[in-house]
């Protein structure tokens, strides 16, 4: 008798890479006579990295491919980070199942200073979360907020060539990926509460 197979589809961004691989990992723990196989998809957000993701649909343009994907039977299931989930999903399509929660917190990744309260005034921070940019913000509205789109890696390029005085990423992604050395500060979260689902 053959095995069962399951295809999981996920982005192709490194980090979503990493999850895909550990979400796979746990599935062949749990079900050895299980065949999965893993199917990588580009989204609409990984394309467009121009514009602000407010202005260009916002976080359903990272699931889209994904939600179609599954809806005609081409994959069985997507694994894709929960805060950046739309807040609606799809009629047909469910959540069924959530990792153990990693870090939660928001990072401050800078090459020059050491925390957020050290950033001097009129400092040039980089995200791409609405919410990230409303708070802080909020605690320092000298701050000049730069839309930073992109996967892990090329932000941490561009913190170097764009010349940014620092960038806000989640810590659990920069932990995943390896580069949780270049976290100069998890953000308090009486500063910064971070994403609903976020780790």
């Not at 580009?42 to 602000?52: E, F, Q, V, W």
């Not at 805060?83 to 917190?105: F, N, Q, W």
Request: hydrophobic letters at 40%.
């Amino acid at each position: 008798m053959s095995k069962k197979k399951l295809i999981v589809g996920t982005r192709s961004s490194q980090l979503a890479l990493w999850q895909a691989d550990f979400v796979i990992g746990e599935l062949r723990k749990r079900y050895p006579d299980l065949a999965i196989e893993k199917r990588l998809m580009t989204t609409k957000g990984d394309k467009i990295l121009n514009a602000p993701l407010a202005k260009i649909g916002g976080k359903g343009l990272f699931t889209k491919e994904l939600e179609t994907a599954m809806l005609a039977g081409e994959i069985d299931i997507a694994v894709h980070s929960l805060k950046d989930m739309p807040v609606v999903v799809p009629e047909g399509l469910v959540i069924t199942a959530v990792t153990e929660r990693a870090d939660a917190g928001d990072a401050l990744v800078s090459q020059r200073y050491e925390s957020f309260g050290a950033l001097p005034e009129g400092a040039k921070v980089g995200t791409s979360s609405l919410r990230r940019r409303a708070q802080l913000l909020h605690a320092r509205p000298d701050l000049q907020i730069v839309d930073l789109r992109g996967n892990v890696n090329t932000r941490l390029r561009k913190l170097e060539e764009e010349n940014f005085d620092g960038i806000i990423l989640a810590c659990a992604g920069l932990k995943r990926l390896g580069f949780g050395g270049r976290i100069r500060q998890v953000l308090p979260q009486s500063l910064c509460l971070p994403a609903v689902g976020q780790g």
